[in-house]
C-alpha cells in the first residue's frame, strides 16, 4: 500500500547563521530527507527580529527568502505571503507541525525564545532548538510542558552543537539511572587552553583564535564561563529532570589562567581544563546537587586529559552502565545546523504518515 507523504509544515523562527544554514540545508535535500526517511517537509513561516514574520501555508520559496537575507533585503518581500511585525504574532494566527527555534534569546531572561516555545506546546506543537537560555531558565518546563501535550521536545545542538549528547543520554541511555557528568564544554576556552599548552601566553591564545574566527570579539560568555553554565543547566535539567538557577552553579572562567599554572599541570602528567561538572547525591537527579565551571587539573589517564582544540566531551556516570563517554566537535553554525537537522528527522519520523 502507497503512503501519501503530507508535507511536515515547519515554522522556523530565527534567520541568523543557524537558521539561514538550516534553510539552505532543507532546500538543497528536500528529495533526499522526503526519500530516506519517508517524509517531505515544507517551511511554511519564516522569521527573524528585523522583518517580522511571514507564512504561506503552502510554503515559502527558500531560495528567494535566502537571498534576500543574503543581500541585507526584507525577507518579507514575497508574493502571496501573510506578513506580522513580530514572529509571536505570526505563529498566533497560524498552523504548522514543528516549531524550529534558531533565536539567540539572551541570558537575562531567554525571550523571545521561551515565549515562543510556550506557544507552539501549549497547542501540541513539537519543538526543536538550538536556542541555549531558555532551555537553561526553562527546561524543565518546558520539557514537562512537551510531555503534558504528548509531543517531542529536543533540544540537541545546545550543547555540543551537532554531536548527539542529549540523545544519547536520555534515549540511548533510557532505563540508567544518572548520577553525574564532568565535561568540557565550551570549544572556544578549550582552543585557548590548549594553545596556552602548546607555549602561547592567554592573550596570544585568545587573539589567534579570534583571528580564526573561532572567538567572538567580546569573548566573555566563552572565556568567563557562562555558556558552559548554561550547558550545565541544559544537562540538569533534561538529562537529570533537575531544573538549576544560575546562582546553584558556581563559575569561574579561564581569563586569570596563567602560562606558568598549564605548564605546572603539563609537568605533572595532568591537563588544565575549563571542566563542567554537575553530580547529585541520589539517582535521576535527586538529593543534593554540586554544579560547577572552573578550571581544574585532570590526570593523563581521564579521557577528558586528551581532549584538546575545538573538541568537546562528557563522561557521564549512569548505573549500571558506568561511565560513558561521549567526543566531538563543539561548535560551528553548519553543526549547530545539523543538531536542529538531526532533531527535526527524528520528529518527522515519529510522526504518522497520512495514508
Not at 501549549?122 to 532548538?129: L, Y
Not at 550543547?159 to 539511572?177: I, R
Not at 583564535?209 to 543547566?233: I, N, S, W
Amino acid at each position: 500500500m502507497t503512503r501519501t507523504q503530507r508535507p511536515v509544515r515547519i515554522w522556523l523562527v530565527g534567520f541568523g547563521m543557524v537558521g539561514r544554514w538550516l534553510a539552505s540545508a532543507l532546500d538543497a535535500q528536500a528529495e533526499r530527507i522526503a526519500t530516506r526517511y519517508g517524509r517531505a517537509v515544507t517551511v511554511v513561516g519564516v522569521g527573524n527580529a528585523r522583518d517580522g514574520f511571514i507564512y504561506h501555508p503552502d510554503g515559502l520559496d527558500l531560495g528567494s527568502t535566502l537571498a534576500a537575507a543574503s543581500a541585507g533585503r526584507p525577507i518579507t518581500d514575497q508574493p502571496a505571503a501573510r506578513v506580522w511585525p513580530n514572529a509571536i504574532d505570526g505563529l498566533r494566527a497560524t498552523e504548522a507541525d514543528l516549531l524550529v527555534e534558531v533565536t539567540a534569546s539572551p541570558a537575562a531572561h531567554g525571550e523571545p525564545g521561551v515565549t515562543h516555545m510556550r506557544e507552539a506546546l501549549q497547542r501540541a506543537i513539537p519543538v526543536v532548538t538550538s536556542n541555549k537560555w531558555p532551555v537553561a531558565l526553562h527546561g524543565a518546563e518546558l520539557s514537562a510542558l512537551a510531555e503534558r501535550h504528548g509531543v517531542a521536545f529536543r533540544a540537541e545542538s545546545t550543547v555540543m552543537s551537532g554531536t548527539p549528547v542529549l540523545s544519547t543520554l536520555t534515549e540511548g541511555l533510557a532505563g540508567t539511572a544518572p548520577s553525574a557528568l564532568r565535561g568540557v564544554l565550551n570549544a572556544t576556552a578549550n582552543l585557548v587552553l590548549s594553545q596556552m599548552a602548546n607555549g602561547l601566553s592567554y592573550e596570544q591564545a585568545l587573539a589567534e583564535a579570534q583571528r580564526a574566527g573561532l572567538a567572538e570579539r567580546d569573548p566573555a560568555a566563552d572565556v568567563e564561563g557562562h555558556d558552559t553554565v548554561a550547558k550545565v543547566m541544559i544537562l540538569s535539567a533534561l538529562v537529570f529532570g533537575r531544573q538549576l538557577s544560575r546562582e546553584q552553579v558556581t563559575r569561574h572562567g579561564i581569563t586569570e589562567v596563567t602560562a606558568r599554572q598549564v605548564r605546572q599541570a603539563a609537568s605533572a602528567g595532568g591537563r588544565l581544563r575549563h571542566l563542567a561538572t554537575l553530580a547529585f547525591s541520589g539517582p535521576d537527579g535527586t538529593g543534593t546537587v554540586t554544579a560547577r565551571v572552573q578550571p581544574e587539573v585532570v590526570p593523563a589517564g581521564d579521557p577528558l586529559a586528551g581532549i584538546d582544540g575545538v573538541t568537546n566531551a562528557v563522561v557521564c556516570q549512569a548505573g549500571p552502565v558506568g561511565a560513558v563517554t561521549i567526543i566531538g566537535p563543539g561548535a560551528g553554525p553548519e553543526l549547530a545546523g545539523q543538531g536542529v537537522l538531526s532533531d527535526i528527522i527524528a520528529i518527522t519520523n515519529a510522526q504518522p504518515a497520512v495514508s
